[in-house]
């Protein structure tokens, strides 16, 4: 979001640059549950028993790191408006009941879902301001679709890694 944020305000003479800089100002700033970027997740992966030390070092998984990539090059060499696309995910957070069922029938500890919890609630506000910048930002059509195929790249790529999380955990299950 900052390098997106930063791409926004070197384009002056854009008015989708423009207002896209003016959300995610504020946007970075509602998003930051810590001092270290990412902190607060690490301190709820840390509440679950992971390793947050090798985490930290090591290299983010291949496919989150696509992901990423992927995000970078179009804010970089496209427009910043890609990363409404990741953003998107907001829309689709997981509700409060549901982080409550997991909570209950994994028996983890509930300081290790502080964030979706969170988010739970934020998200649903998150949403209808992405709803109010959709509907301010003169979009053209090309803006639309480097948006809804950052989406659904995002969609993708967070899938992949999703099911190669649950296939670790079967085949160190048994």
Known sequence: METARARAQERADDAVGQGLEAYLETHIQEE????????????????????????????????????????????????????????????????????????????????GFSQLLLHAELDVGHAEELDRLYDSLPLEPWHERLVGESAFYTISRLTDALVDVIAEAESSAG
């Open 32 to 111: 930051m549950h810590s001092e270290e970027p990412g902190g607060a997740v690490l301190s709820d992966l840390d509440a679950l028993g992971a390793d947050t030390a090798e985490l930290r070092a090591g290299p983010p998984p291949r496919k989150l790191a696509a992901l990423i990539d992927a995000q970078y090059d179009w804010i970089l060499h496209r427009h910043p408006v890609a990363v409404l696309g990741f953003l998107e995910l907001e829309r689709f957070h997981t509700r409060r009941p549901t982080i409550e069922r997991l909570i209950e029938t994994t028996s983890l500890p509930r300081a």
